[in-house]
């Protein structure tokens, strides 16, 4: 598996984040969103950097001797998993916030937490396929950082653009069927 193929992955996981930003953002005031964005970014990195090195760990300290002869099947079963996790998620309601929520650091650590489990299990099954750590968390940490501003970018204007929000949603779907492809690429290459 290459840079290439890891970015693509990292691209899929993050549409969560993307389309959360994009609910969220669409549902608020022009005073909130542009703060509110930027830290909704930095909360969403944050968890995902610290769950995808977690699942790394976790990797590494207790299952790394039981899996070495399998790593592409773990690899394959985790993104099999996750790709029909977001294809659900696209026909389903998003986490997202309200104006409401703009103070609440709880419910902004609980959606991020839940959002970055994919991260863990991709950081799980990477380490399984003997990538490294460092190239990989950075290229994570832009990514997040970067579709979850262009999801908060998506969902701002004068009126809710539900054309904006379908289109987010799309994007999740096609996430989902590429994780897929992926997984299925691992198995038979």
């Known amino acids: ?81 996750l790709g029909i996790k977001l294809m659900l998620e696209s026909i389903e309601k998003s986490p997202s916030f309200g104006d409401s929520d703009v103070g609440s650091i709880r419910k902004l650590v609980k959606v991020s937490g839940l959002i970055g489990l994919n991260s863990f299990l991709v950081g799980y099954a990477l380490e399984t396929m003997d990538r490294g750590f460092f190239p990989e968390v950075i290229l994570l940490l832009i990514t997040t950082f970067v579709l979850t501003l262009l999801g908060a970018h998506l969902g701002t204007g004068a009126d809710p653009q539900p054309n904006k929000t379908l289109l987010s949603k799309r994007l999740e779907l096609v996430a989902g069927i590429i994780l897929i492809i992926m997984g299925i690429r691992l198995i038979i290459i």
């Open 1 to 81: 598996m290459g840079l290439l193929s890891v970015l693509i992955i990292f691209i899929c996981i993050c549409m969560d984040n993307m389309v959360s930003a994009n609910m969220s953002v669409a549902k608020m005031t022009k005073e909130n969103k542009s703060v509110f964005s930027i830290k909704m970014a930095l909360f969403f990195t944050g968890a995902n950097v610290i769950l995808f090195g977690l699942g790394y760990l976790a990797s590494i300290i207790f299952f790394r001797n039981w899996v070495y002869f399998a790593h592409h099947w773990v690899a394959f079963a985790f993104l099999l998993l």
